[in-house]
């Protein structure tokens, strides 16, 4: 079993960053893949980023590539998401989400995902 915590959302101006932080607990193995989520209200949830935790590779949506990096401190067990040039467009609630087996080569799909985390709200005004 794996739990995931998300912090680190807030309210920001355009053009800011922000950094969101999904600390893990449980069953390391069941989380060799991780990924970031957000979902806009009246959007479905979409992809924004997936990372294997025993780096192989990280991979981006289109939509954040070259604003948004991941990155982990394994001895915390917990998970960034570093968020540039934010825009109104990026305004969501913002989910980690952890599977069992390695990432796809891709940005992350919801199916995909067994543990979720409760999410943590971002909004960026112009």
């Known amino acids: 079993q794996v739990q995931l915590v998300e912090s680190g959302g807030g309210s920001v101006q355009a053009g800011g960053s922000l950094r969101l932080s999904c600390t893990a607990s449980g069953d390391r193995y069941s989380r060799r893949c991780m990924g970031w989520f957000r979902q806009a209200p009246g959007k479905e949830r979409e992809g924004v980023a997936a990372t294997s935790t025993v780096g192989i590779g990280t991979y981006y949506a289109d939509s954040v590539k070259g604003r948004f990096t991941v990155s982990q401190d394994n001895a915390k067990n917990t998970l960034y998401l570093e968020m540039n040039r934010l825009s109104p467009e990026d305004t969501a609630m913002y989910f980690c989400?952890?599977?069992?087996?390695?990432?796809?080569?891709?940005?992350?799909?919801?199916?995909?995902?067994?543990?979720w985390g409760q999410g943590t709200q971002v909004t960026v005004s112009s």
């Open positions: 989400a952890a599977r069992d087996v390695f990432c796809y080569a891709r940005a992350p799909l919801m199916d995909d995902y067994k543990y």
